[in-house]
């Protein structure tokens, strides 16, 4: 049976071109540098199929948005412009009150400053899914196939080792027993 | 100045012999210039071609440069064979224009006994060359797939044997000019069976392996940017498989989902593998689960039959000249078919 | 500047019948010598046809060669193709050598029309290890796996932190063994993401 494309062809071109979802942890992650790899994926640019009028991207949905971790003192200092078009109508607002208002925002925000200036920023952004914890509809935990790297080790703080993990930790010397710790 | 006067008509400006310049100091038609005229012109041109209708279809022949005879030894020098000139005639004389010519005559009023027709037609080279054909292919494609199962050999042959392959390489060798038969434009089924009367005419004036040969270059060669396996239709693939592998004694055939995207979208994508006791068989994608299933039964079997994309090239040109047919006899069917035997 | 890459179609290589792949067949089928037996302009075409038609007519057996003489028309030759293609090429004022030329050039040409190539090149099986698709180089142990998925996700340092240097030096030097043999949580530690121990045999 001759057919315009074999059956083999189809099925390849599909999975070829096929969109993943990716599922990015943002929980104590530089949001500017995590909007970096996230453009890139949404872009299509981890693909060897690569081509920016292609369409190739795929879906990020991103979790604990609530926990980014901003550098230095940029919780402080880092300010967002808006206005809204009538008279008066600027503000400016730093990165803790916009994080406080929609903890969503301060990622979105980098990741459509790195997806670029071009007119495909907006099909790239409508495929970025933001939550700010982890409960995610069950709908889109069902699509994601993979996970995206982080970019920073998450720390481990004090109170999350167990009191045993901290008693038989490999200690490099001993405190003198009249040393006053404070 | 020079550059003013420099010709604009296709393909000329190379070579231009440098004395012949001063010859077209005056002509201004060669000037390269926008020229008013010529937009106008063509609109009317177009405008008078859709409304006198389509150019009507006539033979080669209706021109004055035509020699029938020259087409003929062209035809045959062309492919790189000596035809016997009468052989060749009467292999592109069809039936049909026998009966034509014979009721013209009759029309006319010419007694049939008076001026009789000695042509014959090619009724006996076309079935001679179809009966060589059909041998042929099928050894070669035995030859060339010795795992494949009968029915896949019997399915390969058909496609190439098809009304359509053999109308399209005769068209493409130069033959739907010099066939002579009733029908104008030839059918598909005229052309087809003018190429297997050339196929008989060689095989009668030169040899057997001349013809082979010719089969080999121009209707096999056909395969070559096609998906073999696909040319087979196999309605359950995955029956197919699960009888294969029963009769090798073999556990039955698990399909097992391998990687998902976007599973609620309607660009999702399932990779389903196959695997008998945990010994991988095949995999393949699909948009939906069924699909991917059917397909990585598909692969699975390709593998088996040695039919994958990367399968062993056909022999052609040295090696194809080099092929020794040395088997007769059908490959094994699939209800036989054992994977150890075809080893 | 020129504007013909806007109406110069594009297009891929394409060959009649998978020429060459058996036999080479020239696919130039006729050729059409259009003249005029005393104009000026067909003067080349004319010396041609009396001296080096005959050789062409020779080299190429294939090829039949028409001659048509027309009175008060232009000089031009038509040649047809066996996928049923036809070129002219006009001959006013060519000399006995373009004619020629020209001619070799018309029987080397596939009979294709001249288009802007998008690739130079074709092949049938244009891939040997299989096409990339997304899945090429992920583990198949992901369809099993719940997300999130830490182990997955986690980031992998090239370089071991401060604190993984001390516990590997730890358990070289074999300080965590002497501490206490009820401890599970160190020894069990999940290596798979962590560089390899830096070379500590000196400090031993």
Known sequence: ?182 | MASSIVSVVRRVSLMRNPQSLYHFQFEIVNSRSFKRWVAPTLKIMKHRRKKAGPEPLRHRSVWLNWNYTAELYAFGRRLNETFRDETLRTALIHPSYLEQEEKQRQDLGVPSQAVSLKLEHNSGLVASGESLMNTYIKQYIRQAFPKVPEEGICEIWEYLVSVDVLSHVATHIGLSDIILCADFPPEKITLAKSLKAIIGALEFDQSKERAEYFIQDFVITQLSDKCIFDLWDIPNPMAVLQNILEKEGKDPAEPRLLWQAGSNTILALYYVGIYSNRKFLGKAPGETLAIAEEMAARDALSRIFGLTENHKPLPFGKQGRQLIINNNENNSSLSNWMLSKSI | MSHRHLFLQSGFIKTNLQNGVGRFVNQLQRINLIFCKSSGSSKGVREFIETDLVDFARANPGTVVYLKPRRHRGTYMCAEYLNGHKDYITCNNFTRDEVRKWLEYMKNKSGFPIIRLRKHWHTDHPSIQGIWNPFTHKPSYLNVTTFPEKERSEYQPLMPSATEQLLQIAEQVGFLDNSNTNNTTTTTRNTENIPPPLNMSDEK
């Open chain 1, 1 to 182: 049976m001759n057919r315009p494309i074999s059956t083999y062809k189809r099925v390849q071109q599909w999975a070829v071109f096929g969109r993943l979802w990716f599922l990015f942890d943002a929980k104590w992650q530089n949001p500017f540098d995590s909007a970096e790899k996230i453009a890139k994926y949404l872009a299509g640019k981890h693909k060897p199929i690569y081509h920016p009028l292609s369409d190739v991207g795929d879906h990020v949905v991103v979790i604990n948005t609530k926990d980014i971790a901003l550098p230095n003192k940029e919780w402080r200092y880092r300010m967002y412009y808006h206005h809204t078009g009538f008279a008066g109508g600027s503000s400016w607002t730093s990165a803790w009150e916009l994080h406080n208002k929609d903890q969503t925002k301060v990622l979105w925000k980098a990741v459509y400053k790195a997806c670029g200036g071009s007119l495909l920023r907006h099909n790239m952004m409508e495929r970025l899914h933001l939550f700010p914890d982890d409960k995610i509809p069950q709908e889109l935990m069902e699509n994601i196939s993979d996970h995206m790297k982080q970019l920073r080790p998450v720390p481990k703080a004090l109170h999350e080792y167990t009191e045993e993990e901290i008693k038989n930790f490999p200690k490099v010397f001993e405190w003198p027993e009249d040393y006053v710790l404070n």
